[in-house]
């Protein structure tokens, strides 16, 4: 448990707080992290009822998360937030008149582009070098790669697939945690990896797979919205970052974006491996495509 941060705390941001957080973290406490880590600038100035409401909680679990997290009260925490907001130069009003400016002049598709780029920009905010570089590591050494996600998620799924195979890597797409999961996940071992999506909630099912697959030493990597934070335990990369503000659309581009720097990022550095086998694929396309004109 963190000791009381007080009122000149510089332990870094709230996202790093709850990372480091050893404990057990609820539904509950994971709904009014996600709402905080979304949107700081909303979040350091409202009261706890009032992040609880817009998390979708219960009034009360605001300050019981704040004392989890090691913080005196909500108003600590809520003071630490607006130190982040300044240090990162959020301007709150700034984002109010925005959002208005779209509900009043803008039309749907022009506040939705508006919310998807920025999104975008801030994905070097939430994920660092480190855990890109971490990631690509990971599936360079594995000799299969399986890719897990269900939902809005299977998309990623089949394109991370598609792309990890035509670059030459041994990718499983699932789509379905069933049986098909528990077989796939037999045939995995240690210095294999496994690819996570979840968003908005991690699954029990999905939170099994990704434990067992850590006990077996396979490498495991979430990508994720701002949710993947509060997982544990912790698989061993987090690529967790915020699609979109509470109220917004929640952008797939995000993780899309996610999911294509991971493939660029193995072909700069897999040794000409991802290179060799778009050359090679190409090649085959070729041949197939002169038999069919004979």
């Known amino acids: 448990m963190l000791n009381n941060p007080g009122p000149n705390s510089s332990r870094g941001d709230l996202r790093q707080i709850v990372e480091g957080f050893e404990g057990r973290l609820s539904d509950t406490d994971r709904k009014l992290a996600q709402f905080l880590l979304s949107d700081p600038a909303q979040g350091s100035y409202l009261s706890a009822n009032e992040a609880a409401r817009n998390a979708g909680t219960h009034p009360t679990s605001a300050v019981r998360f704040a004392r989890k997290l090691g913080f005196g009260n909500y ?42 780029v920025r999104a975008l920009r801030a994905i070097p905010k939430h994920v660092t070098r480190d855990r890109l570089d971490a990631g690509v590591q990971a599936l360079i050494a594995a000799n299969t790669v399986m890719i897990m996600g269900t939902g809005h998620a299977s998309v990623l799924v089949d394109l991370l697939t598609l792309r ?3 670059s030459g890597y041994l990718a499983v797409g699932l789509t379905q945690l069933d049986w098909q999961a528990r077989d796939a996940m037999a045939r995995l071992g240690a210095g294999d990896a496994v690819v996570a999506f979840a968003f908005r909630r991690i699954s029990r099912r999905l939170a099994g797979f990704l434990r067992y697959a850590g006990k077996i030493g396979v490498k495991t990597i979430l990508i994720s919205d701002l949710v993947g934070a509060t997982h544990r335990p912790r698989p061993d990369v987090v690529l967790a970052a915020s699609r979109g503000d509470i109220g917004e659309s929640q952008s797939l581009t995000v993780p899309m974006a996610l999911c294509n720097t991971l493939v660029l990022e193995l072909a700069r550095r897999d040794g000409g491996r991802s290179v060799q086998a778009l050359d090679h694929l190409a090649d085959v396309r070729q041949r197939l495509r002169n038999l069919q004109i004979e």
């Open 75 to 116: 108003t600590d925490l809520r003071a630490h937030l607006r130190r982040a907001v300044l240090q990162y130069d959020i301007d709150s009003a700034a984002r109010m008149r925005r959002r208005l400016s779209r509900m009043t002049e803008g039309g749907i598709l022009d506040a939705l582009i508006e919310s998807e």
């Open 164 to 166: 990890l195979r035509r």
